[in-house]
């Protein structure tokens, strides 16, 4: 009974920053990992970004040294700090939790569009 709602989405233009941000229902200290995932039209859902409940993080190789991710387990929240956007950034982005027990939660999504 968990709910993720993702917001900070919106119109960029190349080179610009967007600051996505992933809000819970409940805590998420108990969660083993939680990430980003993004889809794009016409491409499979792939994983952006990912942080363990320790604070390891993991990137995409087409994300390494523009995007960074956080986990803030005292409001509940996950965010994704996007820099030096691209174009083939443009997707609906996933806020994705995961517990010890593999049991998965998806946000509903928020899109990020970039152009100019």
């Known amino acids: 009974q968990v709910q993720l709602v993702e917001s900070g989405g919106g119109l960029v233009q190349p080179g610009g920053s967007l600051r996505l941000s992933c809000a819970a229902s409940?805590?998420?200290?108990?969660?083993?990992?939680m990430g980003w995932y993004r889809q794009a039209p016409g491409k499979e859902r792939e994983s952006v970004a990912d942080i363990s409940i320790g604070g390891r993080t993991k990137y995409a190789d087409s994300v390494k040294g523009r995007f960074t991710i956080s986990r803030d387990n005292a409001k509940n929240t996950v965010d994704l700090q996007m820099t030096s956007l691209r174009p083939e950034d443009t997707a609906i982005y996933y806020c994705?939790?995961?517990?010890?027990?593999?049991?998965?939660?998806w946000g509903q999504g928020t899109q990020v569009t970039v152009s100019s």
């Open positions: 994705y939790a995961k517990s010890l027990f593999s049991n998965e939660y």
């Open positions: 409940r805590s998420i200290s108990n969660f083993a990992a």
